[in-house]
């Protein structure tokens, strides 16, 4: 559905994006991490043709591509931006915002009241934008993406400044506008709430994409403990080689070639690090995170 | 999507305390001026006449003394005397004689004697007492308009033109470009401060402009017209003058031609609507080049200045006039023929290319929105403005 390949974005004294592939199908969530600077809305700017990069080309279904302002159009009846709350209309409510979003994409405004409704908003939707508060206006933010229904949505920092429950009721209509097979790209710092939607996870580093993390699919387990570092340096010559030790506190032992014995013994090994909690699985999103932005 | 994103923006429009500030000016200029104009009466057509009358025996010292001398200054006395004689009539026709038609006709008269005059180089007569040759095709247009359409000549019958074309010198011109400057100088800059918000929508530019423009237009113009008819009722049953037959002079290849003032008001309309919608698209140019709403206003300001600046500078520069069409009034009347010194400006000729200048700044918005699909980036990636 949409394929980019080779995308530099490059200005005189900084590259943003180096030479960065990627292609994606309907159907998916693909989560977007990377500290702040590091390239994630200039992806989507590049993706929604706001940027012309130096170099690469964006294509949508095999063939479109952004050449001329009519395919733009094409392009851009199937793709939707999640809009900034800073740039909202003060004066106007959130049905008017959510009216605009749904004419412009779907020509109808038909469905609007039903996604107010499931987003819980029916006390405040029909006040104007200046009486919201920050979550609020999010949530609003994300209603209007909802009303443009658009087949590609792109949403950049969808949960900030969200609480616990409304992270979990955009996180349950992320789920279901997979099942209607859009493909959504999530880029969030909100890490391990990615692990409950995304299909995958791409991490940015120096311009290109350093690791993909497919969550859906069976990966390599591991023994986790959190090890100080001179309690790591004291183990680590009896560790496999294809051990983690991440952000200097985070010990991973894969247990991928460990016969079950193996397995028990340094299950007992590592009980002996007592106040530690040992956990068996995946590496997760966070853990990936620190593994690849907060090692030094 | 065309019609929704227009209504969306109408929203807007009627949101905007600017917009509001804009129409109620427009709905009140038009009364207030009528009201603060009233306090000075229009000067009566019969006491007119008897100024014309005392000036024009002034002329009589000046011949007096070398036509004793000079054959053709003797000439010209004779002419002038005939002249003097039927004013001397004219004023009674227009006032205890109570004779339209004889008042016209003496008129007429006079003109061609005055022709006659410009003939034999107004010799003898002072420049400050020669009555200009625009003024007497003008005065002839008139009452041949008023004589072939029967029109009656009474003191108050001048009093509809006397306010209307009072009120368009003020507003035609430099306020008019003001105000619509204001109106339109954050057409396409307000998008930069919701830009998230409105940015990639499944419409082409010129799409969103034609909304834009047409929006703009429409608003002002229905508020230009309640504030003329407001302005145009109040005067009608306060001062009796609403009188829309009777004649305005209008300057037409290189003469002067007479029309009703309702079929006057018609060319001041649909000349001013054309001006509206150029200078709306002149501002979403600027929107495009400079990407400041200030400078919308200063720069449409400026362009409007320079062909005064070229001409108090010593150029010129013909191919400035034709911004100074956008006063309408000034090509109307003639004034603007005669300001630039360039007698081929007249309505048709100003409203054609007016319509060319709206055409040719269609297409450069079109070109420059094209060619931002063309460039390649070179050492930096291009960002999409609007």
């Known amino acids: 559905m949409l394929k980019l390949e080779n995308i530099s974005v490059k200005y005189k004294d900084k590259v943003v994006l180096d030479n960065l592939s990627l292609t994606a199908k309907s159907g998916e969530i693909i989560g977007l991490v990377a500290p702040n600077g590091t390239g994630k809305t200039t992806l989507f700017n590049v993706i929604s043709n706001f940027l012309k990069p130096n170099k690469g080309n964006v294509t949508f279904n095999g063939d479109l591509q952004y050449k001329t302002e009519r395919k733009e159009i094409s392009i851009h009846k199937q793709l939707a931006t999640f809009p900034d709350q800073g740039d909202l209309f003060e004066e106007l409510t959130g049905v008017d915002h959510m009216k605009l979003y749904a004419n412009m994409w779907k020509g109808t405004t038909k469905h609007v009241k039903e996604i107010y409704e499931q987003l819980q908003m029916e006390g405040y939707v029909k006040k104007k934008v200046k009486t919201y508060s920050l979550g609020m206006r999010q949530r609003l933010c994300f209603a209007m993406i909802a009303a443009a229904d658009t087949p590609i949505m792109l949403m950049d920092g969808v949960m900030n400044g969200l609480d616990v429950a409304n992270v979990s009721l955009i996180s349950k209509r992320l789920m279901q506008m997979k099942q209607e097979g859009k493909l959504i790209f999530v880029a969030s710092h909100l890490l391990a709430n990615l692990d409950l939607y995304a299909d995958r996870v791409i991490y940015l580093k120096g311009g290109d994409i350093i690791h993909q993390q497919p969550l859906n699919e069976s990966t390599d387990e591991y023994m986790k403990l959190e090890l100080t570092p001179e309690q790591y340096e004291k183990l680590a010559y009896t560790l496999p080689d294809d051990h983690l030790y991440i952000a200097d506190h985070l010990c991973c032992i894969p247990i991928k070639n460990m016969s079950m014995d193996e397995q028990k013994e340094w299950v007992v090994r590592l009980s002996a690090y007592k106040g530690k909690e040992l956990t068996i699985g995946p590496l997760g999103t966070v853990e990936y995170y620190e593994k690849y932005y907060h090692e030094f | ?386």
Not at chain 2, 258 to 280: E, K
Not at chain 2, 298 to 314: Q, V
Not at chain 2, 319 to 335: A, C, N, Q
Request: glycine share 6%.
């Open chain 2, 1 to 386: 999507m065309f019609w929704k994103y227009t209504r969306f923006e109408t929203k807007l429009l009627l949101k905007n305390r600017k917009s509001w500030f804009v129409a109620v000016f427009l709905l009140f200029f038009f009364m207030l001026f009528f009201m603060y104009y009233s306090q000075e009466t229009p000067v009566p057509l019969d006491k007119k006449k008897a100024i014309e009358r005392d000036t024009s025996y002034a002329v009589f010292e000046y011949l007096d003394l070398q036509r004793h001398d000079l054959p053709e200054v003797a000439e010209v006395y004779n002419y002038h005397t005939q002249i003097q004689s039927l004013l001397g009539m004219q004023t009674w026709f227009i006032g205890n004689g109570d004779d339209s038609e004889q008042y016209i006709e003496n008129g007429l008269e006079i003109n061609s004697l005055r022709l006659e005059v410009h003939e034999l180089g107004n010799k003898g007569i002072p420049e400050h007492l020669i009555v200009p040759r625009e003024e007497i095709l003008k005065e002839d247009a008139l009452l041949h308009y008023i004589k072939d359409n029967n029109l009656p000549i009474e003191s108050d019958s001048f009093a509809t033109n006397h306010y209307i074309s009072n009120v368009l010198t003020m507003f035609s011109g430099l306020l008019f470009l003001v105000i619509v400057l204001i109106s339109g100088n954050e057409m396409l800059v307000y998008e930069q401060r919701h830009q998230s918000v409105l940015r990639g929508f499944p419409l082409s530019f010129m799409q969103k402009v034609t909304s834009k423009v047409m929006i703009h237009f429409v608003y002002l113009y229905t508020f230009l017209l309640l504030g003329f008819t407001l302005g145009s009722t109040y005067v009608a049953k306060k001062f009796d003058a609403g009188e829309f037959s009777f004649p305005v002079l209008i300057y037409k290849n290189e003469d002067y031609i007479a029309i009703s003032t309702g079929q006057y008001l018609v060319y001041i309309f649909l000349g001013l609507a054309l001006a509206t919608i150029l200078i709306l698209l002149l501002s979403i140019l600027l929107n495009m080049l400079f990407r400041n709403a200030f400078a919308n206003i200063l720069i449409g300001l400026g362009i409007f200045l320079l062909p005064d600046i070229a001409m108090a500078a010593g150029f010129k520069a013909t191919f400035l006039h034709p911004i100074k069409y956008i006063d309408i009034f000034k090509v109307l009347s003639g004034d603007l023929a005669i300001e630039l010194g360039n007698s081929s400006i007249d309505y048709w000729n100003a409203m054609t290319t007016l319509g060319i200048i709206t055409v040719l700044l269609i297409g450069v918005i079109y070109g420059i929105n094209k060619f931002t699909y063309h460039r390649v980036p070179k050492e930096v990636p291009l960002e999409k403005a609007f």
